[in-house]
């Protein structure tokens, strides 16, 4: 009964994904979450922006195939997961992130993103109101959008569990068994299950859940805060970036969803590490002036909630996407950064190939990309 051919820790962003891909290419996998449902770890903590707007190629193809699947999901099984394609848009009022943005656009249209840098009034057409003031233009990327992240979620779970995956939730994985250097299975709370096979898809958690194979993985969980506001009337449709930093903080994010409500975040600097998800009294007011003096008609939008939630964070910030070389059968999935929700349904692609054999050249350049024993001295740019 507790036999598998694929064992997913973690029901979230990417383990959910990782068992529809599996599923749909005929491969028994049982899915493990200590939560009560799918997506209550950090998969409903994100905001849902979905962009293939990055600098790395591996992320650039990963979030093309995610796109795929976010923009045609209704269409192709009917749920509707808010999916809104209004791009992103990074508005230039300084030359650094002038000389920045246009600087990986050629790595970005190599790798099939259609984006462009625009001019100042194009820019103000996509985000109506947009301070004007020393706006140099930026870029826009009118294929990128956003949905919802436990909307998604839900949708993939219930597809992967009509193609025949398994999902066990309030089941806390205690151990990842190994014997003689390869994997058995898992030993959790309700039982011990086993396959050859083990992904690790506990996205902030990965790396206690490593340990107990022995295995190091470099992913640091750090906060971040998010609200969001009453709906309004849509007024604008694109995820604004704005890179200046702040007070304490690097960028900000913002979006209006198609409830017609706006939902934004921000980089804290420095980071915070930890796993504390209490909301604090400094975001708000800290993120609040920041987006008024970009965007005015802002201004008298009242903020309806606020939370907090963890970055699965790996030291460059790229994903770990690949085979433990120690314990045979262990594969990552892990390491998202602040990108999991966009990432996730690529990534579970291309892990359903990997544990199939059936990978591509193009995965091959995501896998050299996300590889966890990479070299971490680079940033991404846009990470
Ligand atoms: C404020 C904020 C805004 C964000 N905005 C965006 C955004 O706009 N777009 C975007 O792409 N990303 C965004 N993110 C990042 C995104 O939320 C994460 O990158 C993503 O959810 C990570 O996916 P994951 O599957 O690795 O982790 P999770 O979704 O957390 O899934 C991991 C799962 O593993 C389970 N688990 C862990 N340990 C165990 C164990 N021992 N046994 C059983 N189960 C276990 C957890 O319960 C959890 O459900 C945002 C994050 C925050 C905090």
Redesign the pocket.
């Known amino acids: 009964m507790n036999n598998y051919d694929v064992i997913v820790?973690?029901?979230?962003?990417?383990?959910?994904p990782v068992a529809l891909s599996l599923a749909e290419m005929g491969v028994k996998s049982l899915v493990?979450?200590?939560?009560a449902s799918?997506?209550?770890?950090?998969?409903?903590?994100?905001?849902?922006?979905?962009?293939a707007t990055h600098s790395d190629p591996g992320k650039i193809l990963t979030c093309l195939l995610s796109l795929e699947v976010f923009s045609t999901w209704q269409e192709r099984h009917g749920d509707n997961i808010e999916w809104l394609k209004g791009g992103y848009v990074f508005p230039v009022y300084r030359e650094n992130e002038e000389k920045a943005l246009k600087g990986i656009l050629p790595i970005q249209r190599k790798y099939g993103l259609n984006i462009d840098f625009v001019s100042p009034e194009k820019i103000q057409e996509v985000v109506p109101g947009i301070n004007m003031e020393g706006l140099r233009g930026g870029t826009f990327s009118p294929d990128d959008g956003?949905a919802s992240?436990l909307r998604a979620?839900n949708a993939f779970y219930r597809r992967a569990k009509e193609l025949g995956a398994d999902f066990r939730f309030k089941?806390?994985?205690?151990k990842i068994v190994v014997r003689e250097g390869k994997v058995q299975g898992?030993k959790?709370r309700g039982g011990t299950y086993d396959a050859p096979v083990v992904v690790d898809?506990?996205?902030?958690?990965?790396k206690?859940?490593c340990e107990t194979a022995g295995v190091h993985i470099p992913v640091t969980p750090d906060?971040?805060?998010?609200a969001i506001t009453e709906p309004v009337k849509s007024f604008f449709t694109a995820?604004v970036v704005d890179l200046r930093p702040g007070p304490d903080s690097k960028n900000y994010?913002f979006y209006q969803n198609s409830l017609g409500q706006i939902?934004f975040?921000i980089t804290p600097e420095p980071l915070i590490v930890g796993d504390d998800r209490r909301e604090t009294s400094v975001f708000l007011t800290q993120v609040g002036a920041r987006m008024v003096r970009l965007l005015p008609r802002l201004k008298n939008l009242r903020v309806r909630r606020m939370?907090?939630?963890?970055?699965?964070m790996t030291p460059d910030g790229s994903p770990l996407v690949g085979w433990n070389t120690q314990v045979q059968g262990l594969l990552h999935?892990?390491?998202?950064?602040?990108?999991?929700?966009?990432?996730?349904p690529g990534v579970g692609q291309v892990v359903a190939r990997m544990i199939t054999g059936k990978t591509t050249e193009q995965d091959k350049i995501i896998l050299q990309g996300f590889d966890p024993y990479r070299k971490f001295g680079g940033q991404e740019a846009l990470k």
């Not at 799918?38 to 962009?51: D, F, L, S, T, Y």
């Not at 898809?201 to 990965?206: E, I, L, V």
């Not at 906060?223 to 998010?226: G, I, Q, V, Y």
Request: glycine fraction near 18%; proline fraction near 6%; hydrophobic fraction near 40%.
């Open positions: 820790i973690g029901a979230g962003s990417v383990g959910v493990l979450d200590k939560n799918p997506g209550q770890g950090e998969n409903k903590k994100a905001i849902g922006g979905i962009r956003s992240p979620v089941e806390e994985v205690e898992v959790a898809a506990a996205g902030p958690f990965s206690t859940v906060s971040h805060e998010a995820m994010y939902v975040c939370w907090r939630g963890l970055y699965p999935a892990t390491g998202m950064c602040g990108q999991g929700f966009m990432l996730g």
